[in-house]
T-cell receptor, first 115, second 109 residues
């Protein structure tokens, strides 16, 4: 069956431009997560969706970062006025629901490079 | 101090060796994940456990909730096991994963 997909797989942008990253979760998964992995660093949590609501946005690093989810399906992570420190691999994961006993399935990630 | 600590950070083994990667955490958790990340590749969940022991093929994961410690074992290691292995915990009251910094494993033929 189809797993979590993300697009684009790679994105190169210039400092100051806005970017949108897309995540398509596994069909029927109500919980969706965004994570970030900067070069040489560990993964860090950004935001969690349950349905179309985001009960936990605590990981978003600044107000330049926002995310939305529609139809309890696709999610978009938007970074405005990108900075070089935003360069990272952005990973999306989904799980059946938000209960902790449900496994999270990861997408392949979007590698963002800000020049 | 990180909430999730892994050791070792780097590990080189010869094919066939038994490998252990350790994870200690300092927060209350509801579950712990072991993840595998190949170079340039995505992340695959190997195990999710909240107690005891799980086995899948040559991989075994154990957790001791009282000691706040988990181990990932690989028996009869193979070069294709070369990857970064990441321990991640789910905080008891939240749904977000807190990640360790990973263990880079290289298995040489």
């Amino acid at each position: 069956g189809a797993g979590v997909s993300q697009s684009p797989s790679n994105k190169v942008t210039e400092k100051g431009k806005d970017v949108e990253l897309r995540c398509d979760p596994i069909s029927g998964h109500t919980a969706l997560y965004w994570y970030r992995q900067r070069l040489g660093q560990g993964l860090e949590f950004l935001i969690y969706f349950q349905g179309n609501s985001a009960p936990d946005k605590s990981g978003l690093p600044s107000d330049r970062f926002s995310a939305e989810r529609t139809g309890e399906s696709v999610s978009t992570l938007t970074i405005q006025r990108t900075q070089q420190e935003d360069s990272a691999v952005y990973l999306c994961a989904s799980s059946l629901n938000g209960f902790s006993y449900n496994e999270q399935f990861f997408g392949p990630g979007t590698r963002l490079t800000v020049l | 101090k990180n909430e999730v600590e892994q050791s070792p950070q780097n590990l080189t083994a010869q094919e066939g060796e038994f490998i252990t990667i350790n994870c200690s955490y300092s927060v209350g958790i509801s579950a712990l994940h072991w993840l595998q990340q190949h170079p340039g590749g995505g992340i695959v969940s190997l195990f999710m456990l909240s107690s005891g022991k799980k086995k899948h093929g040559r991989l075994i994961a154990t957790i001791n909730i009282q000691e706040k410690h988990s181990s990932l074992h690989i028996t009869a290691s193979h070069p294709r096991d070369s990857a970064v292995y990441i321990c991640a915990v789910l905080g008891g009251a939240t749904n977000k994963l807190i990640f360790g910094t990973g263990t880079l494993l290289a298995v040489q033929p």
